[in-house]
């Protein structure tokens, strides 16, 4: 399977990564990814968040931190990929509605609004203002989800319990996907005599086709339907992580899961491969670039030690903020935390810094400055960086 040399071998199967890989394969290059793992994109509402300071997302890109990455993608870069994403996913049985100049609010599982900017099709008719009447459909015993919290505090809305023999948001999403349970079900919510408006369900309408799915219960119960993402993991942005995987290996490029690297071989300013651990010989794949995209401290891309941060595939100097007394905090999850600042710093190429790779291209939430939880950038900083490096890895090769 693997050929001589890939055009471009991508780091980290995550947002970043199956962002460049699939620009570079639908540019005709061969490309191989290689992940050790799941992405964050599996906990994931799968909603592409991309600023969430403002209502345009990008009007507040002058505000970021002078070292951010945005600001090496810019407004129109930003824009590109994101139209990017959505083209690709047009395509696909997740389609997303949205545009990037605008943010949107959806409904979250404890009742609150949540700041995003494109949504899944079967989040697009989610209504955080407006006095429309909205009916929760819940699963009993279905922990991640609160109906209690939607309905109080709100006017003009209920709620009602399906009982479907499981529990866990996978059980029930897997239930969907069979014609007799959705039959049942549908008779069951008819039976309700619901009032006019629309009807809300946590994000389990199937894992394969749920926009499918949601509009044939739309159909048959004559209502509006919308999905609320559930607490993480989350269906939705499991489906995404699938989706993206099944759209890469269609486009014809090779997949090396659950492979970790074991050493790297360079000659001058040049990486020429990479090879994996396995329990005979290790197998080498080579390639003449190269992008990292292996995450941040969630998926093992950086890795803190008692005094400092580790990048864990090229051994790359990692921007650190300060001493450990300067980043440490008990709560890795706290908004603004400043070890949030740690990564890679790279040039307006996206090679780092401090290196001699010219052939190294960094994307996603390695790099540093990023601040994703504090500025609510997560997928979108991912697509935005994945999709600049991989058009930079292109003029590279050509
Ligand atoms: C709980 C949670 C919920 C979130 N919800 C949202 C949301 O709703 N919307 C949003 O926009 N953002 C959200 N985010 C943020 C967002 O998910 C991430 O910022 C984004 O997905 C990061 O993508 P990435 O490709 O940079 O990295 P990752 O998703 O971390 O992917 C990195 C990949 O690299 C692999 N890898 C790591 N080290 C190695 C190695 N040494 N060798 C080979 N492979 C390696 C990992 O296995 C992984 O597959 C959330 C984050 C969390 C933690």
């Known amino acids: 399977m693997t050929p001589l040399t890939y055009d471009v071998v991508v780091i980290g199967g995550g947002m970043a990564g199956f962002t460049s890989a699939l620009y570079l394969t639908g540019q005709g290059y061969k490309v191989a990814i290689i992940s050790k793992g799941d992405p964050v994109c599996c906990l994931s509402t799968g909603c592409i968040d991309v600023l969430s300071s403002d209502k345009n997302p990008l009007d507040g890109i002058p505000g970021l931190s002078r070292d951010h990455p945005y600001h090496l993608v810019g407004k129109k870069g930003i824009t590109d990929a994101l139209n990017f994403f959505k083209r690709i996913m047009q ?3 997740i389609p997303y509605s949205g545009t990037p100049r605008k943010n949107r609010t959806i409904l979250t599982p404890i009742g609150t609004a949540k700041t995003t900017c494109l949504v ?21 015993g279905l922990k991640d989800f609160f109906p209690s919290y939607i309905t109080s505090g709100r006017r003009n809305i209920r709620f009602s319990l399906y009982d479907a023999g499981t529990s866990s948001t996978i059980g029930i999403a897997t239930l969907f996907e069979d014609k007799s349970f959705r039959r049942e079900f549908i008779s069951w919510i008819q039976n309700l005599e619901l009032p006019h408006g629309k009807v809300a369900f946590p994000a389990v309408l199937g894992i394969r086709n749920p926009l499918k799915i949601l509009t044939e219960i739309s159909d048959q119960i004559g209502r ?11 269906i939705p942005g499991l489906r995404l992580f699938r989706t993206l995987k ?20 360079s000659q001058g300013d040049q990486i020429e491969a990479v090879t994996l651990k396995s329990p005979g010989r290790p197998s080498r794949v ?19 030690t008692r005094n400092t941060v580790k990048e864990t595939v090229f051994d790359l100097p990692v921007f650190v903020p300060g001493t450990r007394k300067d980043w440490f905090k008990e709560d890795f999850f706290q908004a603004g935390h400043a070890i949030e600042t740690a990564g890679i710093k790279v040039d307006s190429s996206f090679r ?9 291209f960094v994307s996603g939430s390695i790099l540093s400055h990023a601040e994703i939880m504090k500025n609510h950038c997560g997928h979108g900083l991912a697509i935005a960086t994945g999709f600049r490096a991989a058009k930079i890895c292109e003029e590279f090769l050509s």
């Not at 919308?226 to 993480?232: A, R």
């Not at 080579?286 to 803190?304: D, Q």
């Not at 780092?352 to 190294?360: A, C, D, I, K």
């Open 224 to 234: 509006e339907i919308f999905e609320i993402p559930t607490l993480p993991p989350s």
């Open 286 to 304: 080579p390639g003449k670039a190269f992008i990292l995209s292996t995450g941040s401290f969630v998926s093992g891309g950086l890795y803190a």
């Open 91 to 93: 395509d696909t049985p």
């Open 120 to 140: 899944p099709m079967t989040m697009a008719g989610s209504e955080t203002e407006s006095d429309t009447y909205i009916h929760v459909i819940s699963f009993k």
């Open 352 to 360: 780092p810094v401090n290196t001699r790779f010219g052939n190294l």
């Open 246 to 265: 099944s759209s890469f290996i269609k486009s014809g490029g090779d997949n090396y899961w659950g492979k970790v690297i074991a050493s790297v071989e």
